[in-house]
């Protein structure tokens, strides 16, 4: 079967215009220019994938309930949003507030959920994702006007097109590549300091498959079948042991999760999502459940991590030592 890409590789920033972190831990993938994936692939999904030649920072964790209401109330109070379900999750820690009485509406974290500023988002379309990439890369603003571009031009939307990065995004959603690097890349794998990379079966950095169980039973939501809600109600950050190599948390186990990148075998073409979604029963090999979406995509299973630019080491003088990742032992 043919599997095209569409990809676009633009990590850029400049003195005048620096990515802030605004509250999202991230953190840097460096090694650019490291070695594809080169080992065992019977679905040929991984194969020659996942080499990037640059440094870009990612999130650790999908972007959560707190963060994803800032965006939601910002947006729903501008007065300008005309669908009032705009960029609302089906799942997430938060309800409509009942002691808001315009303009538009607001949300506010649920009282009867522990942490729920920590619980996954889930059911984000794609584009959602896309104006919150826009929204970070132009400060904030609170009109939906403002959030047209930065990151993506929202005038191609609907288009066929792969509705690729715009150059100078500051933040964005990660491509296919980058998204695998940072689960299953590990720089040290045979060494630590100048030792050669290498890539792990799993995103835990060994090749032993995640023993499913809730927090402190086991290592992933993935392949645990319990009531949604149940699972839905586990925070995201719950496994802090079972971290990628670079530091990442909970790619196996949350949501499924959008990249840039559209999968073109046959029409229409579909957006590629990658990891395994808290239940997902797919957890046997690379821990990764590829799964399509069309590329006008909207789905009950997905969330993101947000991808961003390496400030300059001008702007930010500490980053280096910011950035450091400390490399776990393995199992």
């Known amino acids: 079967m043919k599997r095209l890409f569409a990809i676009a590789a633009f990590v850029s920033t400049t003195a005048g215009a620096q990515p802030r972190d605004y509250g999202i831990d991230f953190v840097t993938i460096g090694d650019p220019g490291n070695i594809a994936y ?53 799942w997430w820690g938060a ?19 522990a942490n729920a500023e920590m619980t996954r988002v889930q059911s984000i379309d794609w584009y959602s994702a896309a104006y919150y990439c826009n ?20 005038s191609t939307w609907g288009d066929d097109t792969a509705d690729p990065r715009l150059p100078g995004a500051q933040y964005w959603i990660p491509s296919v590549d980058e998204w695998q690097k940072a689960a299953y890349y590990d720089p040290n794998k045979y060494g630590d300091g100048d030792g050669e990379g290498g890539w792990w079966y799993y995103p835990d ?6 023993v499913p169980g809730l927090p402190g039973q086991g290592e992933t939501t993935a392949g645990l079948f319990l009531d949604e809600e149940l699972l839905h109600e586990v925070p995201i950050g719950s496994y802090p042991d079972v971290q990628s ?22 029409l229409p073409d579909f957006r590629v999502r990658l990891g395994t ?9 690379f821990d990764a459940a590829w799964g399509y979406d069309f590329a006008r995509p909207s789905n009950f299973l997905s969330g993101f991590r947000i991808a961003s630019a390496v400030p300059s080491p001008a702007s930010v003088t500490c980053f280096g030592l910011a950035g450091v990742v400390a490399i776990r032992r393995r199992r």
């Open 277 to 285: 979604r808290a239940g997902d029963d797919d957890i046997d090999f």
């Open 95 to 113: 309800e409509a507030d009942p002691t808001y009485d315009g303009p538009g509406r607001q949300f506010r974290l649920r009282s009867d959920l």
């Open 205 to 210: 950095g060994s090749d032993t498959p995640l």
């Open 38 to 90: 080169n080992r065992m692939d019977p679905a040929n999904y991984m194969a020659g994938r996942g080499l990037v030649g640059y440094e870009y920072r990612i999130g650790r964790t999908e972007i959560t309930t707190g963060q994803w209401l800032e965006f939601v109330n910002t947006m729903q109070a501008s007065g300008q949003v005309s669908n009032p379900f705009f960029a609302l999750p089906f």
């Open 245 to 266: 190599p670079w530091g990442l948390l909970d790619v196996s186990g949350s949501a499924n999760e959008w990249t840039e990148d559209v999968f073109r075998a046959n």
């Open 135 to 154: 929204w970070l890369h132009n400060g904030k603003p609170d009109t939906f006007d403002a959030i047209q571009t930065g990151a993506y031009d929202a």
